[in-house]
């Protein structure tokens, strides 16, 4: 993921605090290819697009050196690789766009300790 933020919304900074989590990111990939044929030159290029955003919140006492708690929901979105050619002719074959949602939690205890937990609460859906 792209940014990934806190912001306090309760509670007394570096003591102890819920604080709110946010961010999000995108992810571009392309390629151009071509085809040289004496009677079927074929130029074309694929583009693949996604991104998602994080949102959630997160308890810490001592700013999270002794005990930090968080649950976050991360939606994201997927264009799978569509093709585009401009030789012989132009033409478009596009995919289904796809979407998940991931619960991710986590607690740490002292710095030493540390279990996290994600599981799929919508699994990856596309249409």
Same mark, same amino acid.
């Given at each position: 993921? %792209?940014?990934?933020?806190?912001?306090?919304?309760?509670? *007394?900074?570096? !003591? #102890? @605090?819920?604080?709110? !989590?946010?961010? @999000?990111? *995108?992810?571009?990939?392309?390629?151009?290819? @071509?085809?040289?044929?004496?009677?079927?030159? &074929? *130029?074309?290029?694929? !583009?693949? $697009?996604?991104? %998602? =955003?994080? /949102?959630?919140?997160?308890?810490?006492?001592?700013?999270?050196?002794?005990? #930090?708690?968080?649950?976050?929901?991360?939606? #994201? $979105?997927?264009?799978?690789? =569509?093709?585009?050619? *401009?030789?012989? &002719?132009? #033409?478009?074959?596009?995919?289904?766009?796809?979407?998940?949602?991931?619960?991710?939690? @986590?607690?740490?205890?002292?710095? =030493?300790?540390? &279990? &996290?937990?994600? =599981?799929? $609460? /919508?699994?990856?859906?596309?249409?």
């Amino acid at each position: 993921m %792209g940014v990934k933020c806190q912001r306090l919304i309760y509670g *007394i900074p570096y !003591v #102890s @605090g819920v604080k709110a !989590v946010f961010g @999000g990111g *995108i992810t571009l990939q392309g390629n151009i290819a @071509g085809q040289t044929q004496c009677d079927l030159p &074929k *130029i074309c290029g694929a !583009v693949a $697009l996604g991104g %998602g =955003f994080v /949102i959630g919140l997160s308890y810490q006492v001592a700013d999270g050196k002794a005990l #930090s708690a968080d649950l976050t929901a991360n939606p #994201s $979105l997927e264009l799978p690789p =569509f093709e585009v050619c *401009i030789l012989p &002719k132009l #033409s478009a074959q596009f995919q289904k766009v796809c979407y998940k949602v991931d619960v991710e939690g @986590g607690v740490t205890l002292l710095s =030493f300790y540390t &279990k &996290k937990v994600t =599981f799929n $609460l /919508i699994p990856k859906r596309c249409f």
